[in-house]
């Protein structure tokens, strides 16, 4: 499963609260879903500067307090400039190109530089998707902020998706709820010295993706949040792997340089 979570998030907002619903949950609108949705992710496009601490916790099912696996990573913003780092996969983006370092399978690919913002979820889709789901529901939260529940209809993928809010309208939590039995991949590095872990029962897991320490005064040292550097080097017009990712696989999809 954790593979199917690293993809899953690096588009950061896919949309997918638990089965049962309680009192306190109240029906939404449309528009108050769409409204809400809107200022968290205007946020993170407008906001030029800043850096996010990011947690994750996988459940063996919708109802479960105990985590079965746990991690925590970041995302910082300067600029065109991005950094994110997630189970083991940095992506970064400067003035140059856009790559992704993956260490669980040793991989770097390679791509070019593009717009910041632009892998945000688009809310004409969110838009058609509520049209379509089994309900809408909200909860007013004891500290002024709110979450939103979509409930889906019966599909193959998620039964539920859940987002968090605080008072200032930042997003704060994201809860994915999934509709099929899956059971945990074992992607421990083979040649590891850590114990092996169990695999997950096989069950209707969770998904919650917390965000916290929203920072917009930090000032992030370029080299070594964005720089290519450490992962590449210059070998005539092409770019490598350096000495220390030189047994990673190395993939350019780069467009071509014009002469």
Same mark, same amino acid.
Request: charged share 25%; proline share 3%.
């Given at each position: 499963?954790?593979?199917?979570?690293?993809? =899953? =998030?690096?588009?950061?907002?896919?949309?997918?609260?638990?089965?049962?619903?309680?009192?306190?949950?109240?029906?939404?609108?449309?528009?108050?879903? #769409?409204?809400? *949705?809107?200022?968290?992710?205007?946020?993170?496009?407008?906001?030029?500067?800043?850096?996010?601490?990011?947690? *994750? !916790?996988?459940?063996?099912?919708?109802?479960?307090?105990?985590? =079965?696996?746990?991690?925590? @990573?970041?995302?910082?913003?300067?600029?065109? &400039?991005?950094?994110?780092?997630? +189970?083991? +996969?940095?992506?970064?983006?400067? $003035?140059?190109?856009?790559?992704?370092? $993956?260490? %669980? &399978? /040793?991989?770097?690919?390679?791509?070019?530089? @593009?717009? %910041?913002?632009?892998?945000?979820?688009?809310?004409?889709?969110?838009?058609? #998707?509520?049209?379509?789901?089994?309900?809408?529901?909200?909860?007013?939260?004891?500290?002024?902020?709110?979450?939103?529940?979509?409930? =889906? /209809?019966?599909?193959?993928? *998620?039964?539920?998706?859940?987002?968090?809010?605080?008072?200032?309208?930042?997003?704060?939590?994201?809860?994915?709820?999934?509709?099929?039995?899956?059971?945990?991949?074992?992607?421990?590095?083979?040649?590891?010295?850590?114990?092996?872990? /169990?695999?997950?029962?096989?069950?209707?897991?969770?998904?919650?993706?917390?965000?916290?320490?929203?920072?917009?005064?930090?000032?992030?040292?370029?080299?070594?949040?964005?720089?290519?550097?450490?992962? #590449? /080097?210059?070998?005539?017009?092409?770019?490598? !792997?350096?000495?220390?990712?030189? !047994? *990673?696989?190395?993939?350019?999809?780069?467009?071509?340089?014009?002469?």
């Amino acid at each position: 499963m954790r593979k199917t979570i690293v993809s =899953f =998030f690096i588009c950061l907002c896919a949309f997918g609260a638990a089965a049962t619903v309680p009192d306190n949950w109240k029906t939404a609108s449309k528009a108050d879903v #769409l409204a809400g *949705y809107q200022k968290a992710m205007d946020w993170f496009a407008k906001t030029g500067n800043y850096k996010i601490t990011v947690a *994750y !916790a996988s459940y063996t099912d919708h109802t479960t307090t105990s985590a =079965f696996d746990q991690s925590s @990573g970041y995302y910082i913003r300067n600029g065109k &400039n991005v950094h994110s780092c997630m +189970m083991g +996969m940095h992506t970064i983006q400067n $003035d140059r190109l856009r790559f992704a370092v $993956d260490t %669980v &399978n /040793k991989m770097i690919v390679l791509n070019d530089a @593009g717009e %910041v913002g632009k892998t945000l979820p688009d809310m004409n889709a969110l838009s058609g #998707l509520l049209d379509h789901v089994q309900s809408v529901q909200k909860l007013q939260l004891a500290n002024g902020g709110s979450s939103y529940k979509i409930t =889906f /209809k019966p599909n193959e993928l *998620y039964s539920a998706y859940e987002f968090e809010l605080n008072e200032k309208g930042l997003l704060t939590k994201l809860k994915y709820f999934y509709s099929t039995e899956l059971a945990e991949e074992n992607d421990e590095e083979i040649d590891s010295d850590a114990p092996v872990k /169990k695999e997950m029962p096989k069950s209707r897991p969770r998904l919650e993706v917390t965000f916290s320490n929203y920072e917009t005064a930090f000032v992030p040292n370029y080299e070594k949040e964005f720089s290519e550097k450490k992962y #590449l /080097k210059a070998q005539g017009n092409k770019l490598i !792997a350096t000495e220390k990712y030189a !047994a *990673y696989t190395l993939k350019d999809y780069r467009s071509p340089v014009k002469k």
